[in-house]
Nanobody, 125 residues
Framework: DVQLVESGGGSVQAGGSLRLSCTHS????????MGWFRHAPGKEREGVAV????????WYADSVKGRFTISQDNAKNTLYLQMNNLKPEDTAMYYC???????????????????WGQGTQVTVS
């Protein structure tokens, strides 16, 4: 079974930083697609950052460009999201997602992903 486990969320003041981690097991990440999504109350789940695993290809939502960085450590089976200069509007539950094949044209469409973690809460005040 594929398992994705997020960690690293918390409460920070605006302008602060957090690094989210997603440790995965049972998932062959080479040349596949993984990403971070977030879901705030009253809003739809939205894609934040996506990476084509085993490559340097990344995509970012306009709202986080220049502030968030997605990266991977294949040796540790871990996906990261470094979040800097956090804003109150970044407050949401953050989810790690994985696709059992390469990235589609719609990298920020949640239904394109096959596996999801349980989420980690990020609160910015």
């Amino acid at each position: 079974d594929v398992q994705l486990v997020e960690s690293g969320g918390g409460s920070v003041q605006a302008g602060g930083s957090l690094r989210l981690s997603c440790t995965h097991s049972g998932y062959t990440s080479s040349r596949h697609c993984m990403g971070w999504f977030r879901h705030a109350p009253g809003k739809e789940r939205e894609g934040v950052a996506v990476i084509r695993t085993g490559s340097t290809s990344t995509w970012y939502a306009d709202s986080v460009k220049g502030r968030f960085t997605i990266s991977q450590d294949n040796a540790k089976n871990t996906l990261y999201l470094q979040m800097n200069n956090l804003k109150p509007e970044d407050t949401a539950m953050y989810y790690c997602a994985a696709r059992a094949r390469g990235c589609s044209l719609f990298v920020f469409r949640p239904r394109e992903y096959d596996f999801w973690g349980q989420g980690t809460q990020v609160t910015v005040s």
